[in-house]
C-alpha cells in the first residue's frame, strides 16, 4: 500500500513573523524555513506505517518553488521513499492545492494520503478536507491515533470534551493532529542518503490544473501591540481598578 504525504514549506515555528512594510504578506526574504510542524507528524506517521509493514511506499509531495526541494529532502531524510515537487511560483491557495494533490493522487494511485490538520502560515485547515471532497474519498480530520489492519483504518480525534473514533475504509484522507506522534531527528546518515532518493519535479500545467489563487488578500496586519503593566499597592486599588478603568466587575 502506497501513501502519499503532502507537506508545505512555511515559515519556521520558532521564528517571529513579521508584516511586509506594504502590508502585501508576511516577510519571508532571509527567514528560516521549514516543514510544516503537523506534515512531519504526517510523513513520521507514514514512515512508523512502513516499518511495521503496512505500507510498502511513502511519497513525499510538495507544491510551492524550488525551494520546497530542500523540505521534501528533509521528508526523504525522515524516512519518505520518493519525493514530487509540483513546482510553481504562483501564490497556491488550498483549492489550489487540494486540485494539485488530486492529480497526484491519480498519478501514484495511493491507498492513503496524510496531510496536516493545518499550515501554520495560513491556518487554513482546508486542503485535507478538500481533497477528500474532490476524490469523494472518505475523511479523519485532526487524528491523534491511527490504526490500520487491512482495508479498514481506525482514526481517533480529540474533539470537545472527548475523544471520537471513526472506522473508515480505504482509500482515505488523513490529517494528523499534534499528539499522533513525535517525529524522528533526521540523522546525519540518514540526510546524506537523502541526497541520493529520486525527487521528481513537474508542474501545475503537466498536472493539468489551474492554480489561479481564487481570493485577493487585501491587507496583513500585525495583531495590537500589548500594553505594559502596572502595580497596584493594594487590593482595594486593583479592585477600583478593574471597576473604574478596566470596567470588568
Ligand atoms: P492548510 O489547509 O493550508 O491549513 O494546510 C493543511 C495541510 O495541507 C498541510 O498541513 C499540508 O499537509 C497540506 N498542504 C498545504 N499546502 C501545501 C503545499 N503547498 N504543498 C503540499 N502540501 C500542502
Partial sequence: MKVLVP??????????VRVKSDHSAV????VKMSMNPFDEIAVEEAVRMKEKGLATEVVAVSCGTTACQETLRTALAIGADRAILVET???LQPLAVAKLIKAVVEQEGPRLVV???QAIDDDANQTGQMLA???NWPQATF?????LAGDQVQVTREIDGGLETLALTLPAVITTDLRLNEPRYATLPNIMKAKKKPLDTT???TLGVDVAPRLKTLRVEEPPKRQGGGKVADVAELVAKLKNEAKVI
Fill in 133 to 135: 471532497a474532490l476524490l
Fill in 115 to 117: 496531510l496536516g490538520k
Fill in 203 to 205: 508542474k501545475p500545467e
Fill in 89 to 91: 511560483e504562483v501564490e
Fill in 7 to 16: 507537506i508545505k514549506r512555511v515559515v519556521d515555528y520558532n521564528v517571529k
Fill in 143 to 147: 487524528a491523534s491515533k491511527v490504526e
Fill in 27 to 30: 516577510e519571508t526574504a532571509n
